[in-house]
């Protein structure tokens, strides 16, 4: 099905334990962003891509490691994961500027 | 970089009543200006937006505004109805760097039937 991706959904993880989100797109959009969405913080942009093998660090990047070896997949990495990383996180991608974004349905993780 | 503050944090309305929801940024370099509905445990969904060479555009009972002398724009929905309740994101770019879009905090509407 065409559109935007992620997985997994929901997601409980230990402190310290490597995770990884991943997101596919079938528009072969050029453009790619990950976001966290906590309470009372709104969207917050923690890395993007501007193509493949192209990337760059957004406003909360600690933390996190991002991929772009294929034009539609962004996958972020928790390397050892932290409570403070708990939080839902979307995926989104656009053709460019003045299209807006699309966002994938997110992934609720939990680590305890 | 860009600064998007976002006015009411809530709001109720009565069902048919208009809702407005009012954004202001800080980066005089911006000129897109797309808001998002998002519903319940979805990702948000973009439903308006308004370049800066524009001063108003309409989609049925939904409009936006923009007044880039004063650095605001505003979410206009008339007729509101229950499927309008949803949590509503404006956000802004300058369309440099990777199209960067730098969102407000958010608006959580409730529409009373």
């Known amino acids: 099905d065409a559109g935007i991706t992620q997985s997994p959904r929901y997601k409980i993880t230990e402190t310290g334990r490597q995770v990884t989100l991943m997101c596919h797109q079938t528009w072969s959009h050029s453009y790619m962003f990950w976001y966290r969405q906590d309470l009372g913080h709104g969207l917050r942009l923690i890395y993007y891509s501007a193509a493949a093998d192209i990337t760059d660090k957004g406003e909360v990047p600690d933390g996190y490691v991002v991929s772009r070896s294929k034009t539609e997949n962004f996958p972020l990495t928790l390397e050892s994961a932290t409570r403070s990383q708990t939080s839902v996180y979307f995926c989104a991608s656009t053709q460019g500027f003045g299209y807006g974004y699309t966002f994938g349905s997110g992934t609720r993780l939990t680590v305890v | ?113």
Not at chain 2, 1 to 6: D, F, S, T
Not at chain 2, 18 to 39: G, L
Not at chain 2, 79 to 89: I, K, R, W
């Open chain 2, 1 to 113: 970089g860009e600064n998007v503050e976002q006015h009411p944090s809530t709001l109720s309305v009565q069902e048919g009543d208009s809702a407005v929801i009012k954004c202001t940024y800080s980066d005089s370099a911006s000129n897109y200006f797309p808001w998002y509905k998002q519903e319940l445990g979805k990702g948000p969904q973009l439903i308006i937006d308004i370049r800066s060479n524009v001063g108003e555009k309409k989609d049925q009972r939904i409009a936006v505004t923009l007044n880039k002398t004063a650095k605001h724009f505003s979410l206009h929905i008339t007729e509101t109805q229950p499927e309008d309740s949803a949590v509503y994101f404006c956000a802004a770019s300058s369309g440099t760097g990777a199209n960067n879009l730098f969102f407000g905090t958010g608006t959580r509407l409730t529409v009373i039937p």
